[in-house]
């Protein structure tokens, strides 16, 4: 059975930082790019940042939303199927729950839209106050 599990979510404040967790299990992490999405309040969900895991030097593969590059860093730990996003310097444009997805790797780009997913997490709620 696929399970990604989310953790992390909170309250804070505008400047504050949060990191969220993704537990992968059920398929091979190498195979998919996993993400997290976001949808705001009265927005539609958009794509965050994600990340492929099965170049073998390391150098893997990673998207990065425009609104949130240089304050956002997407990571992976292999060793227990799990991902990560780093969030500095969180704005109340921020709000939103995010979902952790996974769509199948294919030869193409790393795919980062929600529609690819096959899979999906729960979701954590992110509230960043002014």
């Known amino acids: 059975e696929v399970q990604l599990v989310e953790s992390g979510g909170g309250l804070v404040q505008s400047g504050g930082s949060l990191t969220l967790s993704c537990a992968v299990s059920?398929?091979?992490?190498?195979?998919?790019?996993i993400g997290w999405f976001r949808q705001g309040p009265g927005k539609e969900g958009t794509g965050v940042s994600c990340?492929?895991?099965?170049?073998?030097?390391?150098?893997?593969?990673?998207y990065v939303a425009d609104s949130v590059k240089g304050r956002f860093t997407i990571s992976a730990d292999k060793a227990k199927n799990t991902v990560f996003l780093q969030m500095n310097n969180l704005k109340p444009d921020d709000t939103a729950v995010y979902y952790c997805?996974?769509?199948?790797?294919?030869?193409?780009?790393?795919?980062?839209?929600?529609?690819?997913?096959?899979?999906w997490g729960q979701g954590t709620q992110v509230t960043v106050s002014p």
């Open positions: 990340i492929n895991t099965r170049d073998p030097s390391l150098d893997y593969s990673t």
């Open positions: 997805g996974a769509a199948p790797m294919g030869p193409a780009a790393l795919p980062c839209e929600s529609e690819l997913n096959d899979y």
């Open positions: 059920g398929f091979t992490f190498d195979d998919w790019a």
